[in-house]
């Protein structure tokens, strides 16, 4: 099966950065995601790498305000229907707020073109493996300087996830032989 990140890595244009520092970038990204599974599933934290500490921080200022529930933290999905896999960040639900959230952490400044359609595969294959309905989905922008994480709301758009299958038809097509 083809991941929701492989299907989208085509429209991601990384020629701008050198493969050294997207590896370290790519490093340093699934340390804050350990640091930040350990945080929601109530592990005890290691001492957090000094160029991680500020992201970390960014996250805890949202989960401490705005998490209410944590359902499942960094959990592989399939959807069958479609055949793709996708690796879910959060699942759970926002204080204040009715319904399932499935969020996931950004560590770039600014938002990417594919984050539309990332997300809302993982909302289809959620929604399609548990049969709860998503009421929120969005990307939490982690700021590199220690400050609140921006939420990026998504509303319910069809054409994200067209755009989506669009693309993982695409990749298979060119891929697997036709």
Same mark, same amino acid.
């Given at each position: 099966?083809?991941?929701?990140?492989?299907?989208?890595?085509?429209?991601?244009?990384?020629?701008?950065?050198?493969? %050294?520092?997207?590896?370290?970038?790519?490093?340093?990204?699934?340390?804050?995601?350990?640091?930040?599974?350990?945080?929601?599933?109530?592990?005890?934290?290691?001492?957090?790498?000094? %160029?991680?500490? %500020?992201?970390?921080?960014?996250?805890?200022?949202?989960?401490?305000?705005?998490?209410?529930?944590?359902?499942?933290?960094?959990?592989?999905?399939?959807?069958?229907?479609?055949?793709?896999?996708?690796?879910?960040?959060?699942?759970?639900?926002?204080?204040?707020?009715?319904?399932?959230?499935?969020?996931?952490?950004?560590?770039?400044?600014? %938002?990417?073109?594919?984050?539309?359609?990332?997300?809302?595969?993982?909302?289809?294959?959620?929604?399609?493996?548990?049969?709860?309905?998503?009421?929120?989905?969005?990307?939490?922008?982690?700021?590199?300087?220690?400050?609140?994480?921006?939420?990026?709301?998504?509303?319910?758009?069809?054409?994200?996830?067209?755009?989506?299958?669009?693309?993982?038809?695409?990749?298979?097509?060119?891929?697997?032989?036709?």
């Amino acid at each position: 099966m083809i991941s929701v990140t492989q299907a989208l890595s085509p429209f991601i244009d990384w020629s701008g950065i050198s493969p %050294e520092r997207l590896e370290h970038a790519g490093q340093r990204g699934t340390k804050v995601h350990s640091y930040i599974a350990a945080y929601l599933v109530g592990l005890w934290l290691p001492k957090i790498d000094a %160029e991680c500490q %500020e992201y970390f921080d960014s996250f805890r200022y949202f989960a401490d305000a705005r998490i209410d529930r944590v359902f499942a933290v960094e959990k592989e999905i399939t959807c069958h229907c479609y055949g793709y896999i996708g690796h879910l960040d959060f699942i759970g639900t926002l204080k204040n707020e009715v319904g399932t959230a499935v969020l996931d952490w950004k560590s770039p400044v600014i %938002e990417g073109p594919t984050w539309k359609g990332q997300l809302a595969a993982y909302k289809h294959a959620y929604e399609c493996n548990t049969k709860n309905p998503v009421e929120r989905v969005g990307s939490i922008m982690l700021d590199p300087n220690g400050k609140p994480a921006k939420m990026v709301d998504y509303k319910e758009s069809i054409a994200d996830f067209a755009a989506f299958v669009a693309a993982l038809t695409a990749v298979k097509y060119f891929t697997k032989g036709g």
